[in-house]
């Protein structure tokens, strides 16, 4: 008999988490005011709120923390991180930040003016954030397949190279500073793009001038995805993939958080000298001395460690196969959700999923809030409330697709965990057509309001 799939590791290290009633659910989460985030986690059983530094770190990491060089300057953990970061990508020039997020307001303080506009695929919420606070525009090229969650088109993150030379005709050289690919692309739903289409991004970017920035939040993942999907890839390393993908751009921005396997940390990586002076200043402003830019020694040393981790083939295929097995699980359900399925996540499609359920009434938050109270499971929404309003017209925007994003911690949870998911998910599916009322909002902030937007039920 073929021996079935296992781990490549074992558990040295157990953290206890708590069931708990539908009753005692129901009640905190309108204390909670209908708000995931505003849950403390003691009061979630299985936490799929996001993959984002919620990992487990190997006994290596561990280790490598304990030796962390705490030197303000030059230190030999920065060091060791920047040695990783060169071998991985082959950028030149490294600067440490917090975290993803602020790897994008130190980069985009140097690149992004104002009326600019930034093509890319889906930008990820933090990104568009950014681009937007500085009254630039984040134009969406992402391939049509992308938006319609039953295609199961190999590569859904590509990028549609009419759409991107549109913008590329119909604006100046100078309004555009450079186009952003995201890898994988997460709005879309943990989608990869192919370094086919990377490659032709950048032939058709070089002929306008235009250089490129990954967003590489998830590049190995989308590494892996290349090699399991695009001919001619099957034979190469994750790492030699990597170098090919990262070859296209002259920098990246990095939330360590992701595909760094720790737990806080991100990082710019460039290549042109340029903009990495002008950068430096902005790093020391916002973030901290150039060699350590908001981290901790021990942190660059475990994220250095991580970083090599994350580009092995063994690790990528437990971590992918972990979110196939739990989305198989739901299409033999017959649920609605993006395929194929993406990366880190499993997508569930609200607006199928809940038909009854009004658009304006939020119906992938309203499908959270029923799984939480169902099984005590906090997933997220990717949908309106995410989208935020229009800067101008101060409308919502109603975004092609809802989606109840389910994201999955690397080497968290086993699969029995991930039965338990697809049972509970299973047992709302029953009862969707009960469901015809979702939540309207009673307060929100300027801009990315779901953090902490308060709703009541309709
Ligand atoms: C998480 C993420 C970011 C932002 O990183 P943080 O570490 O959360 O600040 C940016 N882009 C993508 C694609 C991400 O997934």
Known sequence: ?????????????????????????????KDADFNLFNLSSSKVFIDLLTD??????????????????????GSRSFEELFETVKKITGFRYLLPTHQGR???????????????????????????GHIEFRKAHAADCTIDE????????????????????????????????????????????????????IKA??????????????????FAENAYFIKQRESGQEHRTIKEICREIFACGIGMTMSSKKDGLVNIGGFIALNDEQIFRVA????????????????SGRDMAALAVGLDEATEFEYLESR???VEYLGNQLINYNIPLQKPIGGHAVFIDALKFLPNVPREDFPAQTLGIELYKEAGIRAVEIGTLLADRDPETRENRYPKLEFLRLAIPRRTYTNNHMDYIATALK???DRRNEITKGYSIVWESEILRHFTVKLKEV
């Open 102 to 128: 602020a790897a994008e307001n130190v980069l985009f303080s140097v690149l992004v003016k104002d009326g600019n506009i930034i093509p890319g695929n889906s930008h990820f919420d933090t990104t568009k």
């Open 427 to 429: 047992n709302v599916f």
């Open 146 to 197: 992308a938006f319609d969650t039953e295609i199961n088109h190999p590569f859904k993150g590509n990028i549609d190279l009419r759409k991107l030379e549109k913008i590329y005709q119909n604006h100046p050289k100078e309004q555009i500073p450079f186009c952003l690919i995201t890898i994988t692309c997460n709005t879309s739903g943990g989608q990869p793009v192919s370094l086919e289409n």
């Open 201 to 218: 991004v950048k032939e058709l970017s070089d002929k306008y001038g235009i250089p490129i920035i990954f967003d590489g939040a998830r």
């Open 52 to 73: 984002s530094g919620t990992g487990a770190m190997s006994d290596e990491q561990w280790a490598a923390l304990m030796k962390g060089d705490e030197s303000y300057a």
């Open 1 to 29: 008999m073929k021996l079935p799939y296992a781990e490549p590791f074992r558990i040295k290290m157990v953290e206890k988490i708590r069931q708990s009633t539908k009753e005692e659910r129901t009640k905190w989460i």
């Open 320 to 322: 992918i196969s972990q």
């Open 280 to 295: 430096s200043n902005f790093t020391i402003i916002y973030e901290g001395f150039i060699t350590y830019g908001g981290m």
